[in-house]
């Protein structure tokens, strides 16, 4: 059972570019896939602690309590001081997918929205979302707009509308840093299938992109040097949690640390930030936005 006195923050990300957060090279046909769930195959980011601190500017006593000593500067003769902060891994919420009328909507599951839901502490949605009988062939819809069928690329779905998503639909437009255009696109634009289906779409429809290495003296492409990166699109929702440890319950070396976590989300709201590789080539821009009525 989650112990009442830790205190967290939920963080939603939202992709301002591809995201390539990679799990090193692989013998498959992607040579650079992105990070998993082991299970379920869903999408995953994991060293936001990293993130966070090599984009946000802290004072240096307030960046050793939130975040703990530095490793790569720490005197391995002297003992080292712990984060008060402990963070996840960044989670799956909403996975972009071409639509052929809407350009795009956004494909979720019950599992990923129980998830969430639960982290927010929205009890009675997680009841109503759990309920849900959705079959591979159903998708549920906020307005089916009096059609029968969705296309997501090419899986048809029988459209269904659900009220309970459109309670989802309006919390997560509310908790989202992007442009009202986005935000209001949200309130109508999210899709519900089941874990299983949703496991397929993360697994099949992300962008893989060929890269290559010019030689110098040709100009021409260098030998051997052509791969293959994977990448979460561009307008992915995902989230992550930051919380206090127990060690934050004390104060560390006589410091008031009453308000590390109210500090660490006025530097994190509408912040945004660098996440994953290759950034020198315009990859990895999340908008990071604190999530309200916790």
Same mark, same amino acid.
């Given at each position: 059972?989650?112990?009442?006195?830790?205190?967290?923050?939920?963080?939603?990300?939202? *992709?301002?570019?591809?995201?390539? *957060?990679? =799990?090193?090279?692989?013998?498959?046909?992607?040579?650079? @896939?992105?990070?998993?769930?082991?299970?379920?195959?869903? @999408?995953?980011?994991?060293?936001? !602690?990293?993130?966070?601190?090599?984009?946000? /500017?802290?004072?240096?006593?307030?960046?050793?309590?939130?975040?703990?000593?530095?490793?790569?500067?720490?005197?391995?003769?002297?003992?080292?001081?712990?984060? $008060?902060? +402990?963070?996840?891994?960044?989670?799956?919420?909403?996975? @972009?997918?071409?639509?052929?009328?809407?350009?795009?909507?956004?494909?979720?599951?019950?599992?990923?929205?129980?998830?969430?839901?639960?982290?927010?502490?929205?009890?009675?949605?997680?009841?109503?979302?759990?309920?849900?009988?959705?079959?591979?062939?159903? +998708?549920?819809?906020?307005?089916?707009? %009096?059609?029968?069928?969705?296309?997501?690329?090419?899986? =048809?779905?029988? /459209?269904? &509308?659900?009220?309970?998503?459109?309670?989802?639909?309006?919390?997560?437009? !509310?908790?989202?840093?992007?442009?009202?255009?986005?935000?209001? &696109?949200?309130?109508?634009?999210?899709?519900?299938?089941?874990?299983?289906?949703?496991? +397929?779409?993360?697994?099949?429809?992300?962008?893989?992109?060929?890269?290559?290495?010019?030689? !110098?003296?040709? %100009?021409?492409? /260098?030998?051997? *040097?052509?791969?293959?990166?994977?990448?979460?699109?561009?307008?992915?929702?995902?989230?992550?949690?930051?919380? =206090?440890?127990?060690?934050?319950?004390? !104060? *560390?070396? %006589?410091?008031?640390?009453?308000?590390?976590?109210?500090?660490?989300?006025?530097?994190?709201?509408? /912040?945004?930030?660098?996440?994953?590789?290759?950034?020198?080539?315009?990859?990895?821009?999340? +908008?990071?936005?604190?999530?309200?009525? $916790?």
């Amino acid at each position: 059972m989650e112990n009442k006195n830790l205190e967290k923050v939920v963080v939603t990300m939202y *992709a301002e570019s591809q995201i390539h *957060a990679g =799990k090193g090279m692989d013998v498959g046909i992607v040579d650079l @896939p992105i990070q998993r769930e082991r299970t379920t195959g869903f @999408p995953i980011i994991q060293g936001i !602690k990293g993130s966070l601190r090599s984009n946000l /500017a802290f004072e240096k006593g307030t960046e050793v309590l939130i975040f703990g000593s530095d490793p790569s500067t720490s005197d391995e003769n002297k003992e080292s001081t712990p984060g $008060q902060i +402990a963070f996840s891994e960044a989670k799956i919420l909403l996975f @972009p997918v071409r639509h052929l009328e809407k350009l795009f909507v956004w494909v979720t599951s019950p599992l990923v929205l129980i998830r969430f839901l639960r982290e927010i502490g929205k009890a009675v949605l997680i009841e109503k979302i759990q309920n849900l009988n959705i079959d591979d062939e159903t +998708a549920f819809v906020i307005g089916a707009e %009096g059609q029968n069928e969705i296309m997501l690329e090419d899986f =048809k779905f029988k /459209a269904v &509308k659900n009220e309970t998503l459109k309670e989802v639909a309006e919390i997560i437009s !509310k908790n989202v840093a992007t442009v009202d255009y986005i935000k209001n &696109k949200l309130k109508t634009d999210i899709v519900l299938v089941n874990d299983k289906i949703f496991s +397929a779409i993360v697994e099949t429809m992300t962008e893989i992109i060929p890269r290559i290495k010019i030689d !110098k003296n040709t %100009g021409t492409v /260098a030998t051997g *040097a052509l791969w293959y990166e994977e990448y979460l699109p561009q307008d992915t929702v995902m989230y992550f949690v930051a919380r =206090k440890t127990l060690y934050a319950n004390r !104060k *560390a070396q %006589g410091t008031d640390n009453s308000d590390i976590l109210d500090e660490l989300k006025t530097k994190i709201d509408n /912040a945004v930030i660098n996440i994953g590789g290759k950034e020198t080539v315009g990859k990895g821009l999340v +908008a990071l936005k604190v999530v309200n009525g $916790q």
